[in-house]
C-alpha cells in the first residue's frame, strides 16, 4: 500500500467532531482519579453486557473479509474469540491499577515569601490514534486515553468496522454512566478523516501510528503533530571475542526467531572476528535448524554463511526469518557499523568484558543498550511499566519503551500574593528558591 | 528581515566540520563530572587571560556597526564593557556548581533474576545554537553545552564577528587544556553555514534559535530537526471580579512595563464586567502614566480607553509598551479568549476566589499558570533553575523555561547473564519487576 496521495482539509464534520472531543477532553482533565477508575470499570461492565453483539458483529467483518480473501494473518488477527474479548475486557479493567499518571508533583518549591512554584504532570490532551485491523487495541487505547485524563480521536482498520463500531458504543454507554462526557472518545469510519485528521494540529496533541512502517513514515512526514512511533525496528547483537559461546548462540538466536516480526528482533549479527570460526561453525547449523536464513558479508560467506549479502541487507528489517551476519575486526568497528545502521531502537552486545560492555552500552546511541540478554526484553510490558503506549527511537523524551507517562505532559502553577518581579530588580525582594 | 530563500544543502566543509563535531561530542559525552566542570574552569581562565583581546576585537565590532548605523538598542547589545565580560566568565564558572544533569539514574529495577534495568539520563549529542548579536551568549551557551556533555555547533550575529572568534578561540584553548577534544565547539562564520545548518538532521540533535519570531519561526517550519524554543509570547491576565484592586493594579502594571521587550510581558488584560468600571477608572491613569498606550474593545473604549482594537489586536506580540484591554462577561469568556489567542507561554489570574483561581489554572493549557502574581516570573533563573536554555510553548516535555535538563535525554540500560525472552514465554522464567 503506498501513500501517495495529498493529505486532504478535514471536512466541517470531522472539524466539528474535534471540536467536540476537545471540550470534553478539558472536562475530564479535571477528573479525579476515583472517577477515571470508576469509568475504566464501567467501560469493561458494558463491554461484558454487549459481549454477544461485539462478537456477533466480529462474525460478519470476519465472512466480508473472507470474502475478500484478505491474508491469513490479517484474517487472524481481526478475529476475535470469546476468551480475547475476555481477556481485552480485563485488560480495561487492569489499566486502572496502574499508578495515576496525573496530577504528579514533580517540583515544589518556593522561589521567594508566599510564591510557591509546583510543576504538576496533566493530559496532554487529545490524542489521535490510527490502528490496524486488531480490534482489541481500541480497548486498550480507549482505556489508557481515559486513565490518563485524555481525549482521543480513533481510526481502525475498515476490516473490522462492525467490530468496533460496536465495541466503540459499548465504551460510550459505560463513560456516560460514569458521568463522563461521552465525546471524549471518538471513533472515525472513513479513511478519508482519518488522513485530514493529521491535519488536526489545533485540535490533537500527539499522534500514535499503530501500523506498517510505511504509515508510520508517512504519518511522520504529513503532519506538524508531534508523532509518538518508530518507522523502523533494525536492531544489533554484537558477539565480542570474550565470549560465553554457549550464551551468545542462545541470545541470539532468542533475540531474532522469539517473535521474528517484532520490532525488537534483530536484523543484524556483528562477530568479532577472532571467534568468528567457532561462533560460525556452531551458529550456522542451528540457524538452519531453526528455519532461518542466513545473508553474510564475505568473511562470513567463506566460513560457511550461505548467501551473500548487499549493502540493502543491512539497512532493511526483515522483520522474518533471515538475518544478516557481518564479520568485524573489533568493537569499534560492531559501533561505527551500529551508528550508522541502526535505527535507534535496541542493539546488543554479548561479552565477558565489563570494559567492553560500558564502552559498547556508552557509545551506542540508541534507546535501548543491552548487555548479555536479548534484544525482545525492549518492551514496555516486559520493563514492567504495565502498560505500552508506543516505542520511539527519537533521540529526545520520551524514548524507548513508552508507558502511560508518555500520555501526560507538564504545567507550571504559580501562586503569588501579588508578587512583582520589580521588587527583586530592585532589591526589595530575595529569591530564596527553597524546596518544599 | 524576511526569510523567502530555500535552505541550502551543506557544503563539504560544513559536513566535515558536522561529523568533527558528532566524534568529539561521542568522547565527551562519557567524561566523568570532574573533567566537565574543569574544562568550565579553564575556559574562563583562557577568557581572563585573553580579555584585552576580546575586549579590542568587541571594540572593531562596534565601531564598523557604528559605521553601518545599526539601531541603538543593537548596538548597546553589541558592546561588551569590561564588567559584562568579567560577569560573562563569571557565569561560565558558574555553570560547574549546577547539580551535574548527566548520568542520572532515574530508573533502577529488577526485571527478573539477574536482569536489571537501569534508565540513566545520557546528553542529547550535538546541540545547534543560532544566536543574536549578545557577544556574551557564546560563553554561556558553551558552557552550557560542556556541563552537559553535548557538543554545539554555533552560529553567532555577523555584527560580533570579531568578538566571536576572539571568544571562541580562548574556549577552545581552555577545552584543549583540559583534555578535550577542542572540536566539540565549532563557530560558524557565515550566513550560508547558519541555514544549511538547518538540513544536518543527521548530525545535530535539537536546535536552539536565540533571536526574533521571524527566525524561529523560519527554523521550525524548514528543519526536521527538534527545535527548543517558542516564537510568539502573547500572554495574558485575567482580572476577576472577586479582587483586590490594588494588586490587580500592581501586578499588571509588572506584568506589562517591567520589561516589555521580553516573551513573558502581558500583551492583553481581560477584565471581568463587574469589574471594568473601578478597575479602569484606575487603571487608565497608571497606565498612561507609565507611557503604556492602552487599546480596548468596544466596552473599554466607553470606560475611558484611548483607542479602539481590531481583531488584529488579539493575536499581536507588540513586545513594546503597548497593551490591548478586553471586558469579558466571566471567566468562561477570559478562558475561551485565552484559548483562542494565548500562544500557550503563560497566563495568570487575579482573584480572590480560590475556586475560581483553580479553574482557571485547570482549564488554561499554557506552560504557566499563575495566580496573583506578576507573569515576568515565567523565567528559568526565577523558577531557580540556575540556567535557562530555552522557554519552550509546545504542549510535550519540556515545556516552560527549560534550564539543564532539557540538555539531556535517557536511555535504557539493560544488563543480564544470558536471559532471554523465551523463558518468560514458556514459563521457566518470571518478572520480578522490583524497584532497586
Known amino acids: 500500500m503506498a501513500y501517495i496521495f495529498e493529505v486532504p482539509q478535514p471536512s466541517n464534520e470531522l472539524l466539528e467532531k474535534a471540536h467536540r472531543i476537545r471540550l470534553a477532553s478539558q472536562k475530564i482533565s479535571q ?66 491499577n496502574l499508578p495515576d499518571p496525573v496530577h504528579q508533583i514533580q517540583i515544589k518549591k518556593e522561589l521567594s515569601n508566599g510564591l510557591i512554584l509546583e510543576r504538576k504532570t496533566v493530559p496532554i490532551g487529545v490524542l489521535g490514534v490510527i490502528f490496524e485491523s486488531r480490534p482489541d487495541a481500541l480497548m486498550q487505547i480507549s482505556s489508557l486515553a481515559i486513565r490518563s485524563g485524555n481525549g482521543v480521536m480513533l481510526k481502525g482498520g475498515s476490516e473490522a468496522g462492525f467490530t468496533n463500531t460496536a465495541i466503540f458504543s459499548a465504551l460510550q454507554e459505560g463513560l456516560e454512566e460514569a458521568g463522563i462526557d461521552k465525546n471524549v472518545i471518538c471513533l472515525l469510519t472513513n479513511r478519508k478523516d482519518s488522513m485530514a485528521m493529521l491535519n488536526l494540529e489545533k485540535y490533537l496533541n500527539l499522534i500514535i501510528p499503530r501500523g506498517s512502517n510505511e504509515l508510520v513514515k508517512f504519518i511522520q512526514e504529513n503532519t506538524k503533530i508531534p508523532v509518538l512511533g518508530h518507522a523502523d525496528g533494525i536492531c544489533h547483537l554484537f558477539i565480542d571475542n570474550d565470549v560465553n559461546i554457549e550464551m551468545a548462540l542462545l541470545v541470539a538466536l532468542d533475540s531474532k526467531i522469539q517473535y521474528p516480526a517484532a520490532c525488537n528482533a534483530i536484523e543484524t549479527l556483528l562477530v568479532h572476528k577472532d571467534i568468528a570460526e567457532s561462533f560460525l561453525k556452531r551458529a550456522i547449523p542451528l540457524f538452519n535448524s531453526n528455519n532461518v536464513k542466513l545473508i553474510g558479508d564475505k568473511k562470513s560467506v567463506e566460513l560457511g554463511v550461505e548467501f551473500e549479502a548487499s549493502v540493502e541487507d543491512w539497512q532493511t528489517e526483515y522483520l522474518d526469518l533471515v538475518l544478516s551476519i557481518k564479520i568485524v575486526e573489533d568493537i569499534d568497528e560492531a559501533i561505527s557499523h551500529i551508528q550508522k545502521f541502526s535505527s535507534k531502537h535496541t542493539d546488543g552486545i554479548i561479552t565477558e568484558n565489563i570494559t567492553t560492555a560500558n564502552k559498547f552500552m556508552h557509545e551506542v546511541d540508541s534507546a535501548g543498550v543491552f548487555h548479555n540478554c536479548s534484544t525482545r526484553f525492549a518492551d514496555g510490558f516486559r520493563y514492567g511499566f504495565g502498560a505500552e503506549v508506543g516505542i520511539s527511537t527519537q533521540t529526545l523524551p520520551p524514548r524507548g519503551p513508552v508507558g502511560l507517562e508518555g500520555l501526560v505532559t507538564y504545567k507550571y502553577f504559580l501562586k503569588g500574593e501579588g508578587n512583582i518581579v520589580d521588587d527583586f530588580s530592585s532589591g526589595r525582594a530575595v529569591f530564596t528558591h527553597k524546596d518544599l
Open 31 to 96: 477528573a479525579e482519579n476515583k472517577i477515571r477508575i470508576q469509568a475504566l470499570n464501567l467501560m469493561a461492565d458494558y463491554l461484558d453486557k454487549k459481549s454477544n453483539e461485539i462478537l456477533e458483529a466480529n462474525h460478519e467483518d470476519y465472512l466480508r473479509a473472507e470474502r475478500k480473501s484478505i491474508s491469513k494473518a490479517l484474517l487472524s488477527r481481526l478475529k476475535l474469540s470469546k476468551e480475547k474479548l475476555n481477556a481485552g475486557i480485563e485488560g480495561v479493567r487492569k489499566v486502572g
